[in-house]
């Protein structure tokens, strides 16, 4: 899996996410334990949740009580990635680019994890009436606002060199 495009934070939760699944004898890295991961480590989505007014207690016991039903590996055999990860990881690079991010964070890796690639945890996620296009929107928005802060900023300083 290539994590080049990965900010630092969420290359460790796909990692951990990873190891996590080892450690509880899952056959499969699943978008599922990826969720458990993102929902638990990542302030971010805390904040992300609270927004969307989403208990994030709430959503990490149902997505871990959904993923206990995974299927379990045979004492010799090594977890395997589960294709749908590999494609969920090429699609949070794509939507990076579309909301011109420089890496993928948790929230786009949560945007990805809302589509069609991820079906168990969209449907979780439908669950509490988040869907793609709302954290989409969402984080369409904070760009608009980081853009609109950068902007300010320059026409500041430009003001304050034209001072001097």
Do not use: W
Not at 29 to 57: A, G, H
Not at 103 to 110: A, E, F, R, S, T
Not at 131 to 159: A, D, H, P, R, S
């Amino acid at each position: 899996m290539n994590l080049e495009n990965f900010d630092q934070k969420t290359s460790l939760v796909i990692n951990a996410a990873f190891s996590y699944a080892s450690e509880s004898n899952f056959a499969y890295l699943t978008p599922l334990n990826i969720l458990e991961v993102l929902i638990k480590t990542d302030p971010n989505i805390e904040d992300t949740f609270k927004y969307f007014s989403i208990n994030s207690e709430e959503i990490y016991s149902k997505a871990k009580k959904m993923s206990l039903n995974a299927k379990r590996k045979k004492s010799n055999e090594e977890t395997l990635v589960q294709g749908n990860v590999i494609m969920l990881i090429e699609n949070a690079q794509t939507e990076c680019k579309k909301l011109n991010f420089n890496k993928v964070n948790g929230n786009i890796l949560l945007l990805t994890l809302s589509t069609d690639i991820a079906p168990q945890s969209k449907l979780l996620l439908e669950e509490y009436s988040l869907t793609y296009k709302k954290i989409f929107q969402f984080l369409k928005e904070k760009v608009n606002k980081g853009n609109e802060e950068f902007e300010f900023i320059k026409n500041l300083l430009q003001i304050l060199l034209t001072l001097h």
